[in-house]
């Protein structure tokens, strides 16, 4: 099992940055793919960015694509989301999760059967 802490959520000004970090517990963090999920007010949690074990795959969300950059650091057993050019559309909680599915399956919310408690991120216009 892995347990996961995320933090560095907080408002931000349209056009900001943000890092994201999650930290996880356990010695099996390299035997996961790593995703960051979110979820706004009133609507279904979405797929924003993972990685995969090694730290040589990524992939993100469309609406993310060339803003958000996901990373990780398997010796300290930590992944980041750093979040560039932010818009109010990106107003979320967004969640830490761990996959040990198919790397074919990380953009499938079902897929990561780990997750932290989230962290708000608000961006205001």
């Known amino acids: 099992q892995v347990q996961l802490v995320e933090s560095g959520g907080g408002l931000v000004q349209t056009g900001g940055s943000l890092r994201l970090s999650c930290a996880a517990s356990?010695?099996?963090?390299?035997?996961?793919?790593m995703g960051w999920l979110r979820q706004a007010p009133g609507k279904e949690r979405e797929f924003v960015a993972a990685?995969?074990?090694?730290?040589?795959?990524?992939d993100y969300g469309d609406s993310v694509k060339g803003r958000f950059t996901i990373s990780r650091d398997n010796a300290k057993n930590r992944v980041y989301l750093q979040m560039n050019s932010l818009k109010s559309e990106d107003t979320a909680v967004y969640y830490c999760?761990?996959?040990?599915?198919?790397?074919?399956?990380?953009?499938?919310?079902?897929?990561?059967?780990?997750w932290g408690q989230g962290t708000q991120v608000t961006v205001s216009s």
């Open positions: 999760a761990a996959s040990n599915r198919s790397w074919y399956s990380r953009t499938e919310v079902s897929s990561y059967g780990y």
């Open positions: 356990g010695r099996t963090f390299i035997n996961y793919n």
């Open positions: 990685i995969n074990w090694s730290g040589d795959s990524m």
